[in-house]
């Protein structure tokens, strides 16, 4: 069964960048997977913040931005500001109906 | 918006139906899935109806689970029988669009207990 690895945490300072990844137990990432990422606090719903690896969900600011990293799909926060600090999903498309989550990254900023 | 309902408790091997009413939208036009997370963990695709009616489950829910709309409610459901501990979680439904979750709803939590 393949499985959807991200980083379990990660420590960024205010105002600097940070990268996460999401890749497969087995095999590369690549577009035809449809790498989506979610952020997500203590006691709310996720929220989308891109679809399609590189396309910005409505609202969410530049400073997020999605693309393919070598064999990864990755999310780049740039200029990292303190309500950044949340969980990350990333999900892929593995075809045939089913998508499956990452793991999660805990972003800290301090 | 997507307003979810029909979460509590249940005992192991019952059953229970979520229910997620959507507006602004046509459910039938587009394709849905449920996603769970149990307390304290990570986010889990359950399952997917697309617009032609097709259904696809995660290994985790096959057999036990069915997904579902009605066209003249605009909801979406799922049908969960011969339930295990590991199934509680909060469960939240999303419109999907380009392969991801788009729009979220705030979910329904199911507890499985005796």
């Known amino acids: 069964q393949t499985v959807v690895t991200q980083e379990p945490s990660f420590s960024v300072s205010p105002g600097g960048t940070v990268t996460l990844t999401c890749g497969l137990s087995?095999?590369?990432?690549?577009?035809?997977?449809?790498p989506s990422w979610y952020q997500q606090t203590p006691g709310q719903p996720p929220r989308t913040l891109i679809y399609s690896t590189t396309a910005r969900s409505s609202g969410v600011p530049d400073r997020f931005s999605g693309s393919i990293l070598g064999n990864k799909a990755a999310l780049t926060i740039t200029g990292a500001q303190a309500d950044d600090e949340s969980d990350y999903y990333c999900v892929l498309y593995m075809g045939s109906g089913i998508y499956v989550f990452g793991s999660g990254t805990k972003v800290t900023v301090l | 918006q997507l307003v979810e309902s029909g979460g509590g408790l249940v005992q192991p091997g019952g059953s229970l139906r979520l229910s997620c009413a959507a507006s602004g939208f046509i459910v039938s036009k587009t394709y849905m899935s449920w996603v769970r997370q149990a307390p304290g963990k990570g986010l889990e695709w359950v399952s997917v109806?697309?617009?032609?009616?097709?259904?696809y489950y995660a290994d985790s829910v096959k057999g036990r689970f069915t997904i579902s709309r009605d066209n003249s409610k605009n909801t979406l459901y799922l049908q969960l029988n011969s339930v295990r501990a590991e199934d509680t979680a909060l469960y939240y439904c999303?419109?999907?669009?380009?392969?991801?979750?788009?729009?979220w709803g705030q979910g329904t939590t199911v507890t499985v207990s005796s």
């Open positions: 109806i697309y617009a032609d009616g097709n259904t």
């Open positions: 087995s095999g590369s990432v690549s577009n035809g997977h449809f």
């Open positions: 999303a419109e999907m669009g380009q392969s991801a979750m788009q729009v």
